[in-house]
Each structure stands twice: as C-alpha cells, then as structure tokens.
C-alpha cells in the first residue's frame, strides 16, 4: 500500500470562491484519481490524472469546474471553481498500486454555504 | 454498463453475529472484484480483492469469494466486532473503479 495524504482534511467556503485540494503520496505512482462523495452516498468518479497528459474527466464532470494538476508522480491537486452549495461533498483522491488496486486518502470534507 | 448492487442498510447486529453484506454486478469478461470499508469520518480502506472467477478474498475476518455463476461477491465474517460499525462499499475495476452504493453496518454490544 502506500501512505496518503489530503490538504485540507476539511473546509468551510463561501458561494463563487474556489478551493484547490491537494493529495501527496509517498512513493510514486503513475495513475492518480478523484473521486466525489456526495453526503450520505457512493463514490463517483471524477477524473483520472496521469503525470505528463491532460487529465481525463468522467461524463458529467468538466475541466473549467474541476481543474487538475499533476505536476509529478507524487502529487496532484484537484480545483473546485465557482462553488455553489451542491458542491458540499467529501473528495478523495486515490492512487493505483498491486495490479489495479487502488488506495484512497482521508479525504477532505468540503461545505459550502 | 457495468454496475454494482449491493443490499440496502442500514444493518443492524449484535456483536459475535455472522455477517453477511450481498453484493451482485453486472459487466463483460471477469473484471476485479473489491470491498472497501468506510469508517465514520475517515476515506476508504481496501478490505479485500479477487482478481479472478473462484477465487476468495479475505482480511481481518472478512471473506469474499468471486462466483461468476451468480455475479456475485458476497462480504461475510463469523463473528462481527462493534468496531466493525462501518459503512461497506462493494465494487469492480473496469479500467476505474465502479461502486455499489455501500451498506452501513451497526454493530451493537
């Protein structure tokens, strides 16, 4: 497995701010991805970032609302522009080890109001 | 596409109870086949994974076994702990993961 890490582990954000998450891992690896969690539901893929390529966006999720870097194989960050209140979700990022297994982070918990 | 079902929750046990959690998929070939585990206020933790059609998953107690007949990967362990209180998410890898809507778990003393 691999140790990874969420800044911040939480937030609280005003309507039309934006917040830029970043996930750390310990070792490196070549697929990162972003996965959304709306309250009290499953996980939804956002996008899937790959070092050195644009990242690749799920249906239903677009570049200009949801920016990413991956600017080595160690680090990523994911952008939530222009929030509204529907964006209060938990976002994860997740790393693929061990034949396609993937390994989450904590998390960072977001509320917008 | 594919997908993942599992059973609704919440669950409700008492501690030293066998537990079952279904999980059934629908897809092409024999994608992976994992459980994750949620626990309150933290991100998710693989609990085990099967690669291939028989084979059995297991970690901490926890066992699941790959049935292609039924498309099945039922999450089972004899007896549950109350730290097992959680919530269970089942899911495929299809080039991404693909997640059943998870099943909260409750485990009473």
């Known amino acids: ?29 070549t697929m ?24 690749t966006y799920e249906s239903g999720f ?13 680090f990523s960050t994911l952008t939530v522009s222009n929030m509204s209140p529907e964006d209060s979700s938990i976002y994860l990022c997740s790393v693929e080890l061990d034949g396609r297994s993937q390994y989450f982070g904590p998390g960072t918990r977001l509320l917008v109001l | 596409g594919d ?8 669950v409700t046990l008492s501690e030293e109870a066998f537990l079952t959690i ?3 998929y629908t897809a092409t070939g024999y994608p992976s086949l994992f459980w994750y ?38 999450l089972e362990k004899g ?13 495929l890898e299809r080039g991404k993961l693909i997640f059943g809507q998870g099943t909260e778990l409750s485990v009473k003393p």
């Open chain 2, 37 to 74: 585990v949620q626990y309150p206020g933290e991100g998710l933790q693989l609990l085990l994974k099967a690669t291939k059609a028989d084979d059995k998953g297991s970690n901490k107690g926890f066992e699941a076994t790959y049935r292609k007949e039924t498309t099945s990967f039922h």
């Open chain 1, 62 to 74: 677009v570049i200009d609302k949801f920016p990413i870097s991956r600017p080595n194989l160690t």
């Open chain 1, 1 to 29: 497995s691999a140790v990874i890490s969420q800044k911040p582990s939480r937030d609280i954000c005003q309507r039309g701010t934006s917040l830029t998450i970043q996930c750390q891992v310990d070792s490196q690896v």
């Open chain 2, 79 to 91: 007896s549950v702990q109350v730290s097992d209180s959680a919530v269970y998410f089942c899911a």
């Open chain 2, 3 to 10: 997908s993942v079902t599992q059973m609704e929750g919440p």
């Open chain 2, 22 to 24: 279904n999980c059934t």
């Open chain 1, 32 to 55: 990162m991805f972003w996965y959304r969690q709306q309250p009290g539901q499953s996980l939804t893929l956002i996008a899937t970032a790959n070092q050195g390529s644009e990242a």
